[in-house]
């Protein structure tokens, strides 16, 4: 296994299918959006303890991660849950305003983060809902 794929965790996205792949070839790491930042923990430990040197990030359309802004959870947090407020206001929910731009921040977070091993190939990626 020498390859990590970076992906949301929306169920449409069947990643192993889409990307050829039998179980076992990769290690999937899944999150709200596919954020590399998120990841970054699952991502330094395939590396440093199995090995993994090549990273693929995959996006897809119709993301949620595009329907809403980090002010619009923290307000419905807060009105459930206002004796938390404090802690709710540091929570950055890593949302996006496009696909493409996603993408490159995340290939571009990853290719230049210093814990990463020298060498790690990253690529990025998008996938359509509808044709796969």
Known sequence: QQLIIL???DSRIDVMN???????EAHIIRNAGGRASDALR???????????REIAVIHHT??????FKNADLHATLEKDHPEHKKEIEKIDFL?????????LE???YLKEHPLLVPG?????WIIDVKSG
């Open 106 to 108: 995340d290939v571009k």
């Open 62 to 67: 119709q993301c949620g991660i595009f329907t």
């Open 95 to 103: 949302t996006l305003d496009g696909l493409e731009q996603g993408v």
């Open 42 to 52: 699952s991502i330094i430990i395939s590396q440093r303890m199995l090995g993994t």
């Open 7 to 9: 992906t949301c965790m």
């Open 120 to 124: 790690t190939v990253v690529t990025g």
């Open 18 to 24: 889409a990307c050829g792949l039998n179980l076992g």
